[in-house]
């Protein structure tokens, strides 16, 4: 893990704060640290951190920096350091120009991973600005002595690990991504025969198994995907990965199984799948696309039908881009599909919404 910690230079208590934090991770990351008068955007390009790691408010260059490492796709994790208590920011609108720095400053804490406050007071304050409910506590050794150097490094490393384990789809190589797929098809099928894309996992020691299995339990498909590697017999290590903490965006929700949504299966396939169709049209998510990839393996499938039926709701066109979806994500072969499969501008909408679900 690399960290990159910017601060202002003129601060020398947040700069002894920075200092302490580089002091005590140095054996257990990369620690990088820059001050407001060295080219932090080079920095950013040359050394590419997992995390920029941003001290202290109303610096434009500071600012600038966290917007230059979002749109690399860092990860921005940022410490007010007390700049923004309701006194401070008071004195500061006062100020000239002050108005487009507090929206600028708005916006990159809104964008943040987590914000770190150094004290209740400030975590309640910063709290009633509703710019980021991603919030820690972790005090300040510099200027308190209710924690020690040694425990302030590890709190405040077990938040970078917690940002390095959210949205880990983002994080994935293509060789995991891809095993992924072929997982959940084995899972499904329970036959590591029909998964033509077993060969291609020569090396199972080539996936990022962690992030895979955070993922899938986010996902809430881990069932699926530790059946698949059972089927498949891919070595892989025992992850719990309920006890491993993330961040997630504000508009997520754990998703639940297809039945507690449209009520249990009653007999009638065409109805069923309707249904399922019908919920992913509302929001796609991965638990949904297999379990209806699950249901049109059935023999019980009518394609007539339900084609038939699928006109009738106007969903037709949706279920073509869907059912390109699901030959990507769960590995579904054409001669199961009800229709062909469509790869258009609706597709790529509902591809970028399950790149997304996790995203902050």
Known sequence: MKILHIYPKTDNLIRQHVMLLAEGMQQSATILTADSGKNIKQLIIEQEPDILHCHGCWNPKLTRATRTAISYGIRVVMTPHGQLEPWIASQKRAQEGIVNMLSRQKQAIENSYTVITLGKLERLNFKKLNWNRRVEEIHNAVTTNTITQEEMCSETFAVYQKVMDSNTLEQMDDV???????????????????????????????????????????????????????????????IDTEKISSYFPDTYTRPQPIKQIIGDYQGDETSYLLKIIGQLYKKPVLLHLIELTRELYRDTVNDDLLLTALEEKKLTRFAGSLMQILKEQTGLDEGFMPLAPCDNRLTAKIRKLLTNHLKI
Not at 227 to 234: A, R, T, Y
Request: aromatic share 12%.
């Open 176 to 238: 995991s991504i891809k095993a992924l797929s072929t997982i959940i098809k084995a899972g499904i099928l329970e036959d590591r025969r029909w998964c033509k894309a077993f060969d291609d996992i020569r090396y199972p020691q080539d996936i990022d198994w962690r992030r895979l299995l955070i993922y899938a339990d986010h996902e809430n498909i881990r069932n699926y995907v530790d059946f698949g590697i059972s089927v498949l017999g891919l070595p892989t290590a025992s």
